[in-house]
Nanobody, 123 residues
Framework: QVQLRESGGGSVQAGGSLRLSCTAS??????????MQWFRQNPGKEREAVATIDGNGRTTYRDSVKGRFTISQDIGKNTLYLQMNSLKPEDTAMYYCAAAPFVFKLCGTYNNWGQGTQVTVSS
């Protein structure tokens, strides 16, 4: 079972920056066999994918965060990051990291989740 733990959330003003971290259990973090993704969700709204890094290291982003957010990983530290710059009030949400198998160059179902870390951006 994947063990994931997010940290780094907080309250910032618009235009500020935060770096989220997601520490994974060593048993899960074989980078080439996993996709890792950052999601966010607000109460009463659907969860939305923010950024993904797949087993080949390819990254993808939702349009609204392109150029502002960067997903990366430190394999040696079993840690996934999300660097968030130029934050906007609409980025306010609970942020979660999740893992999925990476098979035949495709990401499977994200069925392993952390507890989340809150990001609040004020105008």
């Amino acid at each position: 079972q994947v063990q994931l733990r997010e940290s780094g959330g907080g309250s910032v003003q618009a235009g500020g920056s935060l770096r989220l971290s997601c520490t994974a259990s060593a048993s899960v973090y074989t980078a080439s066999s996993r996709c890792m993704q950052w999601f966010r969700q607000n109460p009463g709204k659907e969860r939305e994918a923010v950024a993904t890094i797949d087993g080949n290291g390819r990254t993808t982003y939702r349009d609204s965060v392109k150029g502002r957010f960067t997903i990366s990983q430190d394999i040696g530290k079993n840690t996934l990051y999300l660097q968030m710059n130029s934050l906007k009030p609409e980025d306010t949400a609970m942020y979660y990291c999740a893992a999925a198998p990476f098979v035949f160059k495709l990401c499977g179902t994200y069925n392993n989740w952390g507890q989340g870390t809150q990001v609040t951006v004020s105008s």
